[in-house]
């Protein structure tokens, strides 16, 4: 009789144990899946920057330096971590985007509205700074000339992420908003 109870404490006490140490495992692979994906998308942004401040000597232009050749590039870039280009999307702006604190580097954080509405999706957005200083968050013709030269490209990434788990979600709510940016000094030549 003694051993039947003793079995049936232990059956209880694993059910138990069992369930927390679920919670646990579902709610690190969902913050697992948030790093991933945090991962893929600094390195798109830094991608994009880089790929648009490249400077080609011999023709002494930046090729690069326009909305489509940032978008291709990050597109690219995330189709490793299971984006297609459909889930990428670059929003040109009339000016910058303008952060929520009002930072002058243009650095998260960004207003929940500038975040897509859809999860697991990414809106690229580009501020185009000038040597003299102004600025742009759209540029659909590269320079032909080295004019850009000392300029900044700040490459800017938002994601909505969708999380998994329940017990995650009644924590952090449904979605996590992720936001990378990379800043970029346009080369040239004097």
């Known amino acids: 009789m003694y051993r ?31 790093f991933y994906y945090s991962v893929a998308l600094q390195g798109a942004a830094r991608e994009g920057a880089r790929h648009a401040a490249w400077f080609n000597t011999a023709a002494r232009a930046n090729f690069y ?16 971590a299971g984006f297609t280009s459909l889930q990428v999307t670059f929003i040109p702006t009339a000016g910058c985007l303008v952060p929520s604190d009002s930072n002058g580097s243009g650095d998260k954080p960004y207003p929940t509205a500038a975040y897509p509405p859809t999860a697991q999706t990414v809106y690229v957005y580009a501020c185009y700074t000038t040597p003299t200083g102004s600025q742009s968050g759209t540029n659909l013709v590269a320079p032909t000339d080295n004019s850009w030269r000392l300029g900044d490209i700040n490459v800017q990434l938002l994601m909505r992420f969708q999380l998994i ?8 709510g449904n979605t ?14 004097p």
């Open 65 to 80: 330096l326009k909305d489509s050749e940032i978008i291709t590039t990050v597109q690219q870039a995330l189709s490793g």
């Open 176 to 189: 996590l908003n992720l936001a990378y940016n990379e800043h970029f000094t346009i080369q040239g030549k």
């Open 4 to 34: 039947q109870k003793q079995r049936g404490q232990s059956l209880v006490e694993f059910a138990i144990s069992s369930t927390v140490l679920l919670l646990l495992a579902m709610g690190l692979i969902d913050l697992s899946r948030a």
């Open 165 to 172: 788990t329940p017990f995650i979600q009644s924590i952090f």
